[in-house]
């Protein structure tokens, strides 16, 4: 009961559903002050009519202000990765999402909850995305050991910083670089233009395709659907370019160049996005 007035109070006093409240009291005030002069003179069955019909007054005001059909407090998770930085995460969004109870999400930050330790017994972190019903995207980190609970306190008294569309544009370009560098560049073959041709398949097969394959899956498993996703925001948004989309076509046949260009692109987007709410 404590924590419902607490939340119901954070919600109800910084907007105008406090000032209905109080116009509201106002009246209800005057009005039994007015029957406080006549209520010796009304019959038992007008004092009861008089006594429901405030009851039942407040009540709708309760449900009017409490209990509005239209809010939508759905705890919504875009993305939760489990891991040191950078390209480094385990994505753990569904399982993350398994957790959710009547809209609240409370479990430790640790290997036993996301399942495995994706990185040798390092000392890791938790990234998250989320949004409360139709409300703005907010990114939060929480690390090992700490307990992971949405929503937060910072949602109830909103002023927790929200994450635009510009600045998670970057954020992926900037990923999406990091990644390369960790793949490193691409193998150099020159040399096998000037060998037997047998030997220089078995050098390519070598040394090459086991490269394109890191790149190619590495990609695919960790970033393709959030390459996605951005791309379907930022035209929601009116935002086209035409290099990111050819970009994003052609992964599979220019992997590690398409990538690169997707990440300069969307650093790019991002960059012009911020600039122009400034």
């Known amino acids: 009961m404590a924590s419902w007035l607490k939340e119901t109070w954070l919600e109800v006093k910084p907007n105008a559903k406090w000032d209905i409240i109080k116009w509201c009291g106002y009246a209800v005030a005057a009005m039994l002050a007015g029957l406080g002069t006549v209520w010796h003179k009304l019959s038992w069955w007008q004092l009861i009519v008089s006594g429901c019909s405030f009851l039942s007054g407040w009540a709708a005001l309760a449900v009017h202000v409490f209990r509005q059909p239209g809010k939508d407090r759905t705890l919504h998770i875009a993305y939760a990765g489990y891991g040191l930085g950078g390209d480094r995460y385990k994505d753990v969004t569904i399982l993350v999402r398994g957790y959710i109870k009547s809209n609240k999400l409370n479990v430790p930050v640790s290997n036993e909850t996301f399942l495995g330790d994706p990185y040798g017994g390092a000392k890791k972190h938790i990234v998250i995305r989320y949004r409360i019903g139709s409300g703005r995207e907010v990114e939060i980190v929480r690390h ?29 370009g900037d990923e999406l670089l990091q990644f390369l560098a960790e793949k490193g560049p691409e193998p150099d073959l020159s040399y096998v233009k000037k060998i037997p041709i047998e030997v220089a398949l078995k050098e390519v097969s070598k040394l090459y395709d086991p490269w394109l394959d890191g790149v190619y899956y590495g990609y695919e498993h960790r970033f393709r659907d959030r390459v996605l996703n951005i791309r379907a925001e930022l035209k929601e948004a009116l935002v086209s370019d035409p290099a990111l989309d050819s970009a994003i076509d052609k992964i599979g046949s220019r992997t590690a160049a398409s990538i690169e260009t997707i990440a300069e692109d969307l650093i790019l987007i991002g960059s012009r996005l911020q600039a122009s709410k400034t």
């Open 144 to 172: 090992e050991h700490d307990q992971l609970i949405l929503p937060t306190d910072e949602d109830q008294t909103a002023v927790m910083r929200p994450v635009t569309l510009g600045e998670r544009s970057r954020h992926l």
